[in-house]
């Protein structure tokens, strides 16, 4: 999270002195806040609190790159024999990003990218890590309020996540500012 917030910085510095020609190309930031479901799991337990942060460049009016860290929540359930098992997600993704402007202040957007997703499990004093990298799709949209300031809403699929077959899904809204 540290090296995010610092690559954050290290892009506002960068994109004052730059000066860009339209509103649409340069770096941008969102944070971000949803829900998680994972497939699988007791319907209980399968959803649960996302929170993340994104750094995003648009090289042109139409694609951009992102690198998005997510914490998508913890989990505890009860299975026959195993007793009560409690799991954290997390998912670190980069990803191109394809947009259309439908109209001066909406655009849609989807997106495809590599995506490590790692999950810590613990029963009783027992404890496991999991880690896989993988595919992550996902379509978005964002309405602009000005130049700078947007809020956003997308739908994040990491179809292998943490090794498992069970994909993770996740819903979220953020508040985005272009630079």
Same mark, same amino acid.
Do not use: C
């Given at each position: 999270?540290?090296?995010?917030?610092?690559?954050?910085? %290290?892009?506002?510095?960068?994109?004052?002195?730059?000066?860009? #020609?339209?509103?649409?190309?340069?770096?941008?930031?969102?944070?971000?806040?949803?829900?998680?479901? #994972?497939?699988?799991?007791?319907?209980?337990?399968?959803? #649960?609190?996302?929170?993340?942060?994104?750094?995003?460049?648009?090289?042109?009016?139409?694609?951009?790159?992102?690198?998005?860290?997510? &914490?998508?929540?913890?989990?505890? &359930?009860?299975?026959?024999?195993?007793?009560? %098992?409690?799991?954290?997600?997390?998912?670190?993704?980069?990803?191109?990003?394809?947009?259309?402007?439908?109209?001066?202040?909406?655009?849609?957007?989807?997106?495809?990218?590599?995506?490590?997703?790692?999950?810590?499990?613990?029963?009783?004093? #027992?404890?496991?890590?999991?880690?896989?990298?993988?595919? %992550?799709?996902?379509?978005?949209?964002?309405?602009?309020?000005?130049?700078?300031?947007?809020?956003?809403?997308?739908? &994040?699929?990491?179809?292998?996540?943490?090794?498992?077959? &069970?994909?993770?899904?996740?819903?979220?809204?953020?508040?985005?500012?272009?630079?």
């Amino acid at each position: 999270m540290k090296s995010l917030l610092a690559a954050a910085l %290290v892009t506002a510095a960068f994109s004052a002195s730059a000066g860009y #020609q339209y509103s649409d190309v340069g770096p941008y930031v969102s944070i971000d806040a949803g829900i998680s479901s #994972q497939s699988g799991v007791d319907v209980a337990t399968s959803e #649960q609190g996302a929170t993340g942060v994104t750094l995003g460049y648009n090289i042109d009016r139409q694609m951009g790159v992102e690198l998005t860290a997510m &914490d998508l929540g913890k989990r505890t &359930d009860s299975a026959y024999g195993v007793g009560t %098992v409690s799991w954290s997600s997390k998912a670190t993704s980069i990803s191109a990003v394809a947009r259309a402007e439908l109209l001066s202040n909406v655009e849609f957007s989807a997106k495809l990218g590599l995506a490590n997703t790692r999950l810590h499990a613990t029963n009783g004093s #027992q404890s496991g890590s999991l880690s896989a990298t993988g595919l %992550v799709v996902g379509v978005g949209a964002d309405y602009r309020f000005d130049r700078h300031w947007s809020v956003k809403a997308n739908l &994040d699929v990491y179809p292998s996540f943490a090794g498992s077959s &069970d994909p993770m899904g996740v819903v979220s809204v953020g508040l985005k500012y272009r630079f």
